[in-house]
């Protein structure tokens, strides 16, 4: 069993930046992918980011391109998400997540540990 820790969450403004952290309790999640989702109320969840085993490789939903930066320390078994140029419309709870897999994927169904969530609210 894998547990996740999602931190750095908060409350800011349009137009201003929050870093994500996700700190695994096992190195075995090294070996495989990581993946960041979040989900606003009355929503379904929602793809943003995810990374490779080696952070060779990374995809991102097409809301976020260009914004966000999904990253990943194998040695401390981190994988961190810096968010700038936050709108409104990315206020969610985020979900970090282990893939079964070593690639990046966006394939909700592939990934297999989940963590708390951390709340993100972006105010106009």
């Known amino acids: 069993q894998v547990q996740l820790v999602e931190s750095g969450g908060g409350q800011v403004q349009a137009g201003n930046s929050l870093r994500l952290s996700c700190v695994a309790s096992?190195?075995?999640?090294?070996?495989?992918?990581v993946g960041w989702f979040r989900q606003a109320p009355g929503k379904e969840r929602e793809f943003v980011a995810a990374?490779?085993?080696?952070?060779?490789?990374?995809e991102y939903g097409d809301a976020v391109k260009g914004r966000f930066t999904i990253s990943r320390d194998r040695a401390s078994s981190s994988v961190n998400l810096q968010m700038n140029s936050l709108k409104p419309e990315d206020t969610a709870v985020y979900y970090c997540?282990?893939?079964?897999?070593?690639?990046?994927?966006?394939?909700?169904?592939?990934?297999?540990?989940w963590g708390q969530g951390t709340q993100v609210t972006v105010s106009t």
């Open positions: 997540a282990v893939s079964r897999s070593a690639a990046a994927t966006s394939r909700r169904d592939m990934y297999q540990y």
């Open positions: 096992r190195r075995t999640s090294s070996n495989n992918g």
């Open positions: 990374i490779s085993w080696n952070g060779g490789s990374t």
